[in-house]
Nanobody, 126 residues
Framework: QVQLVESGGGLVQAGGSLRLSCAVS????????MGWFRQSLGKEREFVSV?????????YGDSVKGGRFLISKDNAKNMVYLQMNSLRPEDTAVYYC??????????????????WGQGTQVTVSS
């Protein structure tokens, strides 16, 4: 059973930074892609980013393109990170870590992912 545990959320002022972490256990990660999604109140879950465990290829969602967010991984520690810079109030959401078996189909669709963490709240004040 794959387990994903997020941490690192919190309250930050606009313009600040946070780094989210996702601890992964229970599977061989080489055949997975690891993604981050977010969901704010009343909205659908939104794709943020994904990274393939083996090759490290990355994709970013349209709302975070431009270098504000950076996804990375630490193979030795089985950890995935989301560095978030220049945060805006509209980034406020619960952020989820998720795993998708490769080869996947639509990495930007939440329905493509097989495992999910419990989420961590990120609140950006103006």
């Amino acid at each position: 059973q794959v387990q994903l545990v997020e941490s690192g959320g919190g309250l930050v002022q606009a313009g600040g930074s946070l780094r989210l972490s996702c601890a992964v256990s229970g599977t061989t990660l080489s055949s997975y892609g690891m993604g981050w999604f977010r969901q704010s109140l009343g909205k659908e879950r939104e794709f943020v980013s994904v990274i393939t465990w083996s090759g490290g290829s990355t994709i970013y969602g349209d709302s975070v393109k431009g270098g504000r967010f950076l996804i990375s991984k630490d193979n030795a520690k089985n950890m995935v990170y989301l560095q978030m810079n220049s945060l805006r109030p509209e980034d406020t959401a619960v952020y989820y870590c998720a795993a998708v078996r490769l080869p996947g189909s639509d990495y930007k669709a939440a329905r493509s992912y097989d495992y999910w963490g419990q989420g961590t709240q990120v609140t950006v004040s103006s």
